[in-house]
């Protein structure tokens, strides 16, 4: 299988306060994304990054991308309540561009 | 703009049984790909779709189909269902497949 890893599994910490969250992929790629999902709906498209970028920002989201390392790093700053949700991380590979494999997943819990 | 449409949201269906589940993508967007979800093995990706050809596919039996129409509109289709086939299963729509995906709601499967 080609799923990535992502960790932590699970993160709680307090509002203001910055979020973390590791991707490893397994092949060559041609970008890595980021989506959120809440409580087991839809998910929303957070931030793409080409394999030939190795850092991202969007807003209070910053995306970072070591191709050698195969990894990816998503740093939420001064964490809300509104961030509470499953985080993703997704690899369109080379090959199959169009097909995206998901991480595991890291649950975020941002507290008041 | 309207977002990616998936029809039911809920689904209730015994053993044995076949379901379709209906995706209208984004105006604009060519390529559809359909997901599912469960706890266990995490999101999985199912196929893909650009202007009515499927250009990936997952490693799912042949029990799951699926189709795209010349309105971009995609339906998939699961024949004689298992238990195993409860899920969450997310459509999603790209302009080119290549870029971030919008995803829909989803339709929550539940075989009994």
């Known amino acids: 299988s080609q799923q990535g890893e992502e960790d932590p599994q699970a993160l709680s910490i307090q509002e203001g306060e910055n979020a973390t969250m590791n991707c490893s992929y397994k092949?060559?790629?041609?970008?890595l994304q980021w989506y959120r999902q809440n409580s087991g709906r839809g998910l929303v498209h957070l931030i793409l990054?080409?394999?030939?970028?190795r850092e991202k920002h969007s807003g209070r989201l910053r995306v970072t991308l070591d191709t050698s390392k195969k990894s990816s790093s998503l740093l939420i700053t001064a964490s809300r309540a509104a961030d509470t949700a499953s985080y993703f991380c997704a690899a369109s590979y080379t090959g199959t561009a169009s097909k995206l494999t998901f991480g595991t997943g890291t649950r975020l819990q941002v507290t008041l | 703009k309207a977002g990616v449409t998936q029809t039911p949201r809920y689904l209730i269906k015994t053993r044995g049984q076949q379901v379709t589940l209906s995706c209208s993508p984004i105006s604009g967007h060519r390529s559809v790909s359909w997901y599912q979800q469960t706890p266990g093995q995490g999101l999985q990706f199912l196929f893909e779709y650009f202007s009515e050809t499927q250009r990936n596919k997952g490693n799912f039996p042949g029990r799951f189909s699926g189709r795209q129409f010349s309105n971009s509109r995609s339906e998939m289709n699961v024949s004689t269902l298992e238990l195993g086939d409860s899920a969450l299963y997310l459509c999603?729509?790209?302009?080119?497949?290549?870029?971030?995906?919008?995803f829909g709601s989803g339709t929550r499967l539940t075989v009994v």
């Open positions: 092949t060559s790629i041609n970008n």
């Open positions: 990054i080409r394999s030939n970028e």
């Open positions: 999603a729509s790209s302009f080119t497949g290549f870029d971030g995906y919008t």
